[in-house]
T-cell receptor, first 117, second 114 residues
Framework: EAQVTQNPRYLITVTGKKLTVTCSQN?????MSWYRQDPGLGLRQIYY???????DKGDVPEGYKVSRKEKRNFPLILESPSPNQTSLYFC????????????????FGAGSRLTVL | DAKTTQPTSMDCAEGRAANLPCNHS???????VYWYRQIHSQGPQYIIH???NNETNEMASLIITEDRKSSTLILPHATLRDTAVYYC???????????????FGTGTRLQVTL
């Protein structure tokens, strides 16, 4: 089944303890992205990657790192988590279109709910 | 990317058509309209997209006005499982050199009731 898999789905941690949220897709998609969702603020993009070894900041990158060493994986790293990073996180992927097309269809993971105490 | 305006919430009786409006008065000529939905903190799910013509798929219909300044997502026979937040997004197609980012606003919370 074509899917985006995130782990862990739920995590409670403490301030300053480094953590990684993994994201893996099995659709050979070039583009991957991380979003966070907070009440009243909608979905906000953290980082995205157009392809292997290519990453760029989204709207709210502070406090996060990413890497894209393989096409299928795009981990989100919180080097020193703080309580304001308590949120619901989504990873998403889509194919990289090289042609003018409206197909901008993202496939999302099930989400990772992170609590930083 | 053009900004969109959606009502905060709507109700719909089960079995009836749900019509969700979206205003995008600043849309440019080559920007597409996309609709996604999010069911209770699950990952958002793609529904449909269009440029100028009305579109229909197995999930919904998309009606875009002739001036393209607004659109309506139609769920023809809403069920309880359609209760979700619906997002209307406008952006350029791929290949224009812009970042492949979809900007999600706060959407419309659709409540389908018995």
């Amino acid at each position: 089944e074509a899917q985006v898999t995130q782990n862990p789905r739920y995590l409670i941690t403490v301030t300053g303890k480094k953590l990684t949220v993994t994201c893996s897709q099995n659709m050979n998609h070039e583009y991957m992205s991380w979003y966070r969702q907070d009440p009243g603020l909608g979905l906000r993009q953290i980082y995205y990657s157009m392809n292997v070894e290519v990453t760029d900041k989204g709207d709210v990158p502070e406090g996060y790192k990413v890497s894209r060493k393989e096409k299928r994986n795009f981990p989100l790293i919180l080097e020193s988590p703080s309580p304001n990073q308590t949120s619901l996180y989504f990873c998403a992927s889509k194919s990289g279109d090289r042609y003018l097309t409206g197909a901008n269809v993202l496939t999302f993971g099930a989400g990772s709910r992170l609590t930083v105490l | 990317d053009a900004k969109t305006t959606q009502p905060t919430s709507m109700d719909c009786a089960e079995g009836r058509a749900a019509n969700l409006p979206c205003n995008h008065s600043t849309i440019s000529g080559n920007e597409y309209v996309y609709w996604y939905r999010q069911i209770h903190s699950q990952g958002p799910q793609y529904i449909i997209h269009g440029l100028k013509n009305n579109e229909t798929n197995e999930m919904a219909s998309l009606i875009i006005t002739e001036d393209r300044k607004s659109s309506t997502l139609i769920l023809p026979h809403a069920t309880l499982r359609d209760t979700a937040v619906y997002y209307c997004i406008v952006r350029l197609p791929i290949g224009t050199g812009t970042a492949s980012k979809l900007t999600f606003g706060t959407g419309t919370r659709l409540q389908v009731t018995l």
